[in-house]
């Protein structure tokens, strides 16, 4: 009787276990999937710059600075000032072998030309060329300045008795930037400023220079941002 009673109770064991409903076990919701960051360089140029110009011309060395801002796709406004030595084209420096400095014969003024300019700057093939060759051709115009002051005097005496002509001009060029890094600008212009003076003024006595127009070759030095 016994061993009836426990078979019994085995049997409707089983069969209550066999009955009870299977529920699927949800994922694991420990686990996040992120999507893949994209690990190719940002070269695409920013909006603004701003950097030195290192210039050398035909008349020598010059220094200045720049400003751009994107106005549409591929165009931007520029802002540049600058300031270089102007010299006659006969001009021939001697060095005195005895105090060891340059003179120039007949010259009577030293000139610096500070044009400051507003322009243009278009971005060329920009569909075509990869980001780290940007070329572009650009153009200007505004306000010059040529300060004369009096050669072979002390620097002190020379610029205090200096004088400023005022006239205006432009400029047009084409260059290229360099790289990929999106924060730095790095990159080299040619261009050609066209200064003309109402006033002829002196470099070498008696030869009043009326026409500034000088080609120089850029290098650009700047952060994007």
């Known amino acids: 009787m016994t061993k009836t009673i426990a078979l019994s109770l085995l049997l409707l064991s089983a069969a209550a276990f066999a009955q009870q409903p299977y529920v699927a076990t949800s994922p694991d919701s420990q686990f996040t999937y992120m999507p893949v960051r994209n690990l190719q360089p940002d070269t695409a140029e920013r909006a603004n710059a701003l950097g030195l110009d290192l210039m050398i011309g035909n008349s020598g060395f010059g220094a200045g600075f720049f400003y751009k801002q994107r106005i549409a796709n591929n165009l931007s406004w520029t802002a540049s000032f600058s300031i270089s030595e102007a010299k006659a084209s006969n001009e021939i420096a001697y060095y005195d072998p005895y105090t060891g400095q340059k003179f120039v014969p007949g010259k009577v003024n030293q000139l610096w030309v500070i044009p400051a300019m507003l322009g243009l700057q278009y971005r060329l093939f920009s569909d075509e060329i990869t980001d780290s060759f940007r070329p572009y051709i650009f153009g200007g115009l505004g306000p010059d300045v040529v300060f004369a002051a009096p050669y072979n005097q002390p620097l002190s005496y020379s610029f205090s008795h200096g004088r400023g002509y005022f006239g205006g001009g432009a400029y047009i060029g084409l260059g290229a930037y360099f790289g990929s890094d999106p924060n730095s600008l790095?990159?080299?212009?040619?261009?050609?400023?066209?200064?003309?003076?109402?006033?002829?003024?002196?470099?070498m006595q008696g030869e009043p220079m009326a026409n500034f127009n000088s080609f120089f070759i850029a290098f650009n030095i700047g952060t994007q941002y």
Do not use: A
């Open 186 to 203: 790095l990159g080299v212009s040619i261009r050609y400023y066209i200064l003309p003076m109402k006033h002829g003024i002196e470099s």
